[in-house]
C-alpha cells in the first residue's frame, strides 16, 4: 500500500481510535461501537474501509450453541514500508521541523523490519508501544491546533463583525483568516471573487505572489 493511500485511510481519528483497541485484543463490532460512542453504521464504514486496506480482517468462532461470533483483529499479514518523503509530513501532521518526524517514524519502520526478520515478539510488542505512544502524541497536538483555530475563530468573527463591510465581504474576509490567506476561503462562495476584490481595492488584503496567499494589510 502507498503511503499516501495509508495516512488517508488513517487521517481519520475513529479508525485511529479503532486500531488502538484492537492492539490489545479482538472486538465485536458491538464492542466498539460502545467504547467510541459511535453509531454501529458509522463504525461499519470505517471497519469495511480498513478492512478492504488489509489492516484488520474478521475472525469467525463457532459455538457449540448459538450463532456463531464474528470478531474484528488487527491483520496478521499488513505491514508497513517506509518511504515518507520529509515534504509530505507538514500536511500529513502538520509539524514545524518534518525532517525530525521523518527520522523518528524511519527508526520505528526499520525496528520493526528488523524484529519481524528476527521474529521477535517481544521487541515488537514494544515498537508497537512506542508507535502507539507517538500516535497518542500527535492526537493531542491536533486537539491543541483545533482549540487555537477555534479561539481564532472566535476572535476574527468578533473582530470582522464590526466593519463596515457587506456580508459576501465578511465572509470571505473570516475566510482568509481561517485559511491561512488560501485561496479555498474565496472558492467556498459563489460571490467570492467579486467580495476578495472589493476587500482589495478597500485595501483591507492583498495577494503576495511569492507565496501565492492572501494577507490582511494591516
Not at 519502520?109 to 515488537?124: I, N, P, T
Request: proline share 3%; glycine share 6%.
Amino acid at each position: 500500500m502507498l503511503n499516501e493511500e495509508l495516512f488517508d485511510i488513517l487521517g481519520n481519528r475513529t479508525r485511529r481510535q479503532i486500531l488502538r483497541l484492537l492492539s490489545g485484543r479482538p472486538c465485536f463490532m458491538t464492542e466498539l461501537s460502545s467504547e467510541l460512542d459511535v453509531g454501529q453504521k458509522a463504525v461499519n464504514e470505517h471497519i469495511t474501509a480498513l478492512q478492504r486496506a488489509g489492516i484488520i480482517e474478521m475472525r469467525i468462532e463457532r459455538q457449540l450453541r448459538g450463532r456463531p461470533r464474528k470478531y474484528i483483529q488487527l491483520s496478521h499479514s499488513f505491514s508497513i514500508e517506509s518511504a515518507l518523503e520529509p515534504s509530505m509530513l507538514p500536511s500529513i501532521l502538520g509539524v514545524a521541523e518534518p525532517q525530525k518526524v521523518h527520522d523518528a517514524f524511519s527508526e520505528l519502520f526499520r525496528q520493526a523490519e528488523s524484529a519481524r526478520a528476527k521474529r521477535d515478539l517481544e521487541e515488537l510488542r514494544c515498537i508497537a508501544e512506542r508507535s502507539l505512544s507517538e500516535l497518542r502524541g500527535l492526537e493531542m497536538a491536533e486537539d491543541a491546533v483545533k482549540k487555537r483555530l477555534a479561539r481564532i475563530h472566535e476572535a476574527s468573527a468578533r473582530m470582522v463583525s464590526s466593519f463596515d463591510l457587506s456580508e459576501p465581504e465578511k465572509r470571505v474576509l473570516r475566510e482568509l483568516i481561517l485559511s491561512g490567506g488560501n485561496e479555498s476561503g474565496i472558492a467556498r462562495h459563489a460571490d467570492g471573487g467579486k467580495a476578495v476584490s472589493a476587500l482589495a481595492r478597500r485595501g483591507l488584503v492583498a495577494f503576495d505572489k511569492s507565496r501565492g496567499v492572501w494577507r490582511i494589510v494591516p
